[in-house]
């Protein structure tokens, strides 16, 4: 991995966090964000599908994602 990619994931980490975090609030901290080359995986426990869908919608808007992988799981 170059560095250059490893600044730019860690961004895009800390922006999808921060939009989960402004629209989702608390229920943002059961999720894990992790980007490799603009890929973000989320993990983690959602409630139901709509919350499930809402975190995958707001992953995708964030500037610099190329491709969200879902693995919440519903509790």
Request: hydrophobic content about 45%; proline content about 0%; overall charge neutral.
């Amino acid at each position: 991995m170059m560095a250059g990619n490893y600044v730019d994931d860690s961004v895009i980490t800390a922006k999808v966090k921060g939009e989960l975090l402004k629209s989702l609030g608390a229920k943002s901290l059961n999720v894990d964000v992790e980007t490799d080359g603009g890929r973000v995986l989320l993990s983690g426990f959602v409630d139901n599908d709509a919350q499930r869908r809402k975190i995958v919608e707001l992953a995708s808007a964030v500037s610099g994602v190329v491709g969200v992988k879902d693995g919440l799981t519903l509790r």
